[in-house]
């Protein structure tokens, strides 16, 4: 089955800091993404990247940088954290080829003060 | 507006009792994933479906591209089957969503005994 894991599970950041949030993929796959949740909401797409040292922003890029240094590992970086930034981030991968499942980490809850 | 739509939102169900959820998509979707995400936050991958139907014990899915739609059938509510359901769509190549799944809001399921 397929494994993301993500680091830290749960982060309390102060306005104003850098935050960097890692994501690494077991599954060889191509395809990494990242995802927040609000509360009570759905999920939508922040940065997204189909191969090592290349990323592409997703719905919501604003306020987010991505890395992508290898294909195991994927990092979502916010430069200056804000208010509005707390919430659930997901990390997930897919293998993008012939099948496009895609496979959730288990989150990391941010929270900004 | 939304590119994909659940309903019911939220729903209350008899332990033993049958229901069914609805996604309707106004994006070209090519495939569909239906996923549980459980009190703890963790995003359990339901189905992935191209257009047609699969079943999993209890649960029963269906994916319908031509009408733009998606169902996801439960049979026999169980006090496990609580928590919220997402639908996911994936576009074609040309839709702007290819590899990329755009989520629903949401329906909040309560199994109660």
């Known amino acids: 089955e397929a494994a993301v894991t993500q680091s830290p599970r749960s982060k309390v950041a102060v306005t104003g800091g850098k935050v960097t949030l890692s994501c690494h993929q077991t599954?060889?796959?191509?395809?990494m993404y990242w995802y927040r949740q609000d509360t009570g909401h759905g999920l939508r797409l922040i940065h997204y990247?189909?191969?090592?040292?290349?990323?592409e922003k997703g719905d919501i890029p604003d306020g987010y940088k991505a890395s992508r240094p290898s294909q195991e590992n994927f990092s979502l970086i916010l430069e200056l954290a804000s208010l509005s930034q707390t919430a659930v981030y997901f990390c997930a991968s897919s293998d993008g080829q012939a099948n496009t499942e895609v496979f959730f980490g288990k989150g990391t809850r941010l929270t900004v003060v | 507006g939304d590119k994909v739509k659940q309903s019911p939102s939220a729903l209350s169900l008899q332990e033993g009792t049958n229901s069914a959820l609805r996604c309707n998509f106004s994006?070209?979707?090519?495939?569909v994933q239906w996923f549980l995400q459980n009190p703890r936050g963790s995003l359990i991958n339901l189905f992935y479906l191209v257009p047609g139907t699969k079943e999993n014990g209890r649960l029963k899915s269906a994916f319908d591209s031509k009408e733009s739609y998606s169902t996801l059938h439960i049979r026999d509510a169980q006090l496990e089957d609580s928590g919220t359901y997402f639908c996911a769509a994936e576009g074609g190549m040309l839709s702007g969503s290819f590899n990329k799944l755009t989520f629903g809001a949401g329906t909040r399921l309560a199994v109660c005994p």
């Open positions: 599954n060889n796959h191509d395809y």
């Open positions: 994006i070209a979707a090519t495939t």
């Open positions: 990247s189909y191969v090592a040292d290349s990323t």
